[in-house]
């Protein structure tokens, strides 16, 4: 079960300035009285006095010592508050954990993803406050599958109203064909796959924009009698690695709702897999 990180980190927001203003306004006062009281014990000496007596000095700080709890939530709400502006309303980093977008995403990509691209949302409960426009065709997005509660990260093919298809591993949207141009071949393991050929790299343009896209040559038979209708509202996604891809041509509901959308993947800024992390593949996510 994957953790609801956003939700934790609001419950934490929340927790810990509700307590600073319980402080603010109940708790602190009497620890305000009890201060003057402890002043009020050492009326006898001076200014100078009380700085350099030590019996002063722990009798103030014992006084005006604040609940741990209380200590904590102040030190650390102002730095929840400022993640959880920042990941709900800005940036959020993801790390990619599967092979599903390879060549443009591998296995050990930390990605930055605009959250405001599409408009503001409220955290948690997924309700649009602004919009700033909707996803296109082409762009790699962070969203909610249909059917369960986890992040999943695929390339938009089909806006609303759109019919999606593919033959023999070629994609088209709305009958016109999607142009791939050969790029090389990927000699990657194919264990436990339907292909038995080398995979294809291609270069695939969908509204101008050009992006990666592995494929089996001879894959893709199992979808070429489909065509997806895209209702108002939602959107069809693919995966870049078209042959090992769990998105919508497989899911019981194939079409994510428009609350679902997260955000657009927009640079890798770092790869860690295995041993040190590297820089090699920081850059901007076409």
Same mark, same amino acid.
């Given at each position: ?19 600073? !203003? ?30 350099? @007596? ?24 102002? %730095? ?16 990619? #954990? ?7 995403? =591998?296995?050990?990509? &930390? ?11 409220? #955290? ?23 059917? =369960? ?24 949207? +709305?009958?016109?064909? !999607? ?7 990927? =000699? ?6 339907? /292909?038995?050929?080398?995979?294809? %790299?291609?270069? =695939? ?10 494929? /089996? ?18 959107? &069809?996604?693919? *995966?870049? +690695?078209? @042959? +090992? ?6 899911? #019981? @509901? ?18 860690? @897999? ?5 820089? *090699? ?6």
């Amino acid at each position: 079960m994957d953790i609801n990180l956003p939700l934790i980190l609001m419950i934490a927001v929340v927790a810990t300035g509700v307590i600073w !203003i319980l402080d603010l306004v109940f708790w602190s006062s009497p620890r305000k009285r009890a201060v003057i009281a402890a002043d009020a014990q050492f009326g006898s000496l001076t200014a100078a006095e009380k700085e350099s @007596d030590a019996g002063y000095q722990a009798t103030m700080k014992k006084a005006a010592k604040e609940p741990l709890l209380v200590e904590y939530s102040k030190s650390f709400f102002p %730095i929840l508050a400022i993640v959880f502006v920042l990941r709900s309303f800005l940036i959020e980093p993801f790390k990619i #954990p599967s092979e599903s977008m390879v060549p443009t995403l =591998e296995v050990g990509d &930390f990605i930055a993803v605009n959250k405001y691209t599409y408009g503001i949302r409220l #955290p948690v409960f997924r309700i649009k406050l602004l919009d700033f426009g909707p996803p296109k065709r082409g762009d790699v997005v962070v969203f909610f599958p249909p059917h =369960e509660d986890r992040y999943f990260i695929k390339r938009l093919v089909g806006l609303p109203g759109d019919s999606v298809q593919l033959k023999d591993n070629v994609l088209y949207v +709305n009958g016109q064909m !999607i142009v791939q141009e050969p790029v090389g071949k990927d =000699e990657t393991s194919r264990y436990g796959t339907a /292909c038995w050929v080398d995979y294809q %790299i291609v270069n =695939e343009r969908i509204d101008e924009k050009m992006h990666l896209v592995r494929k /089996c040559p001879t894959g893709g038979r199992a979808w070429n009698d489909q065509i997806w209708t895209v209702p108002e509202g939602h959107y &069809f996604m693919m *995966g870049d +690695n078209r @042959d +090992n891809s769990l998105d919508s041509r497989a899911w #019981p @509901d194939p079409f994510v709702p428009d609350r679902n959308i997260v955000g657009k993947a927009f640079a890798i800024w770092m790869h860690w @897999d295995e041993g040190l992390p590297n820089f *090699g593949r920081a850059g901007a996510i076409k």
